[in-house]
């Protein structure tokens, strides 16, 4: 199947800094991918979607000009936690489409942890 | 939001079929049924999807009701690195459409 990465896997720093974190699709062409959060012992929930060369949409409750997101080329796309606080720490997932069909492929996650 | 049920968690004894229930009750006659599952701390990996038939892959098999309604994914022979938490997602299918994750249900395979 399609592959995604995710860089850093693992990110920990000090509360007021931003974070970026990359999502790339390896083997395929990506025309959206999204960007999901997740909380211990909880389900994933989506945060925004964006497409190659536009603004991303964010759902409802997440502020978009605190988790900045850019999607400047069909393989990239970044999502940077602005002036982060402990209450961002999170498990925080991409996933890509547009490949292989409809499905979407998922990335390993980045741990961000905000002390 | 999401618009499936599953019970939260199952055991499943190691060898033996797992059969996972999904009710669905509001599905519309254009979403599909998708099923991914996410081992602890990685992200969620594709298993099967299907839109009114039966289907089959290597990982599972996916019987969907006539009425469409409700939905079984089948791991047909359980092993220990099947434990994880498996999700059920109905969406309409097209690469733009999000996917919004309900609780999904935690599988534990027993030895």
């Known amino acids: 199947g399609a592959v995604v990465s995710q860089h850093p896997s693992r990110v920990i720093c000090k509360s007021g800094t931003s974070v970026k974190i990359e999502c790339r699709s390896l083997?395929?062409?990506?025309?959206?991918m999204f960007w999901y959060r997740q909380f211990p012992k909880q389900s994933l929930m989506l945060m925004a979607t964006?497409?190659?060369?536009?603004?991303?949409?964010?759902e409802q409750g997440v502020e978009k000009d605190k988790f900045l997101i850019n999607h400047a080329s069909l393989t990239l796309s970044t999502l940077t936690v602005t002036s982060a606080h402990p209450e961002d720490s999170s498990f925080y997932i991409c996933?890509?489409?547009?490949?292989?069909?409809?499905?979407?492929?998922f990335g390993p996650g980045t741990r961000l942890t905000v002390l | 939001d999401a618009k499936t049920t599953q019970p939260p968690s199952m055991d499943c004894a190691e060898g033996r079929a797992a059969n996972l229930p999904c009710n669905h009750s509001?599905?519309?006659?254009?979403?599909?049924v998708y099923w991914y599952r996410q081992i602890h701390s990685q992200g969620p990996q594709y298993i099967i999807h299907?839109?009114?038939n039966n289907e089959t892959n290597e990982m599972a098999s996916l019987i969907i009701t006539e009425d469409r309604k409700s939905s079984t994914l089948i791991l047909p022979h359980a092993t220990l690195r099947d434990t994880a938490v498996y999700y059920c997602?109905?969406?309409?299918?097209?690469?733009?459409?999000?996917?919004?994750f309900g609780t999904g249900t935690s599988l534990t395979v027993i030895p």
């Open positions: 996933s890509a489409s547009g490949g292989k069909g409809h499905e979407q492929f």
């Open positions: 964006s497409n190659e060369g536009s603004k991303a949409t964010y």
């Open positions: 997602i109905v969406r309409v299918l097209n690469t733009g459409n999000q996917f919004y």
């Open positions: 083997d395929f062409q990506a025309t959206t």
């Open positions: 299907g839109l009114k």
């Open positions: 509001t599905i519309s006659g254009n979403e599909y």
